[in-house]
């Protein structure tokens, strides 16, 4: 029985000046990374405990907030392969790539910056199914 949450993530910057966008957003499937399409279910090779992906908003700066929502059931996601670094969801910033590691009790976690590095993420994480905010800078 899946149990699938709906967990936000809501990105934010303090930096005066700074204008950001959330570009894509990949799940660990299979064969590696693959690109999630919006408002679809998962296809093929992707994660399929990570599913429906929603960007509401893709514009970060001081006047708007960039805020995603997925559906996620943990157990789902820890019996896919997950990356090297236990990654199972990336989120692209302006070409940084956070990796989040989805814990199958539904904590998550950052294993790190990837891509080129030009947005630094400060998270605060909440479990699946919880609003988790991430600040760019």
């Not at 429906?52 to 001081?62: F, M, P, Q, V």
């Not at 030009?118 to 998270?123: L, P």
Request: proline share 2%; with cysteine; charged share 15%.
């Amino acid at each position: 029985m899946s149990n699938f949450l709906t967990t936000t993530f809501k990105f934010i910057t303090k930096e005066k000046d700074s204008e950001f966008y959330i570009s894509n957003v990949m799940t660990y499937g299979v064969d590696g990374w693959v690109t999630m399409n919006q408002n679809e279910p998962v296809q093929g090779m992707e994660n399929q405990g990570i599913q429906y992906l929603n960007i509401s908003s893709d514009k970060i700066n001081l006047e708007s907030n960039g805020v995603l929502h997925i559906q996620i059931d943990p157990k789902i996601v820890n019996q896919v392969p997950y990356a090297s670094d236990k990654a199972s969801l990336l989120i692209s910033v302006n070409g940084s790539n956070l990796h989040i590691d989805i814990h199958s009790g539904g904590g998550m976690k950052s294993t790190g910056t990837y891509g080129n590095k030009s947005v630094s993420f400060d998270c605060d994480f909440g479990d699946v199914g919880e609003i988790s905010t991430i600040t760019c800078s």
